[in-house]
């Protein structure tokens, strides 16, 4: 498997709810993984990411560029 090189930022959490750390990509419309360790929950949307960019490309759909880090307040 080759590694994405994107740049989108990556939050990662945990949910109680699932019991599992969650990998979310804000900048990719639901584009989520989850994972029981850090590095797991990362490399598990590693591979969401690569898979969401290819389906976005098959379909035509406009892929975002990364803008780096994101301001929540």
């Known amino acids: 498997m080759i590694k994405n090189i994107y ?6 959490y945990w949910s109680n709810e699932d019991e599992a750390l969650i990998a979310e990509v804000p900048e990719l419309a639901g584009c989520q993984a989850d994972g029981e360790t850090y590095q797991q929950a990362l490399a598990n949307v590693e ?27």
């Open 7 to 12: 740049k989108y930022e990556i939050i990662i």
């Open 47 to 73: 591979v969401v990411i690569d898979e969401w960019i290819e389906t976005a490309k098959l379909k035509g759909r406009k892929i975002p560029p990364p803008k780096g880090r994101l301001m929540f307040a």
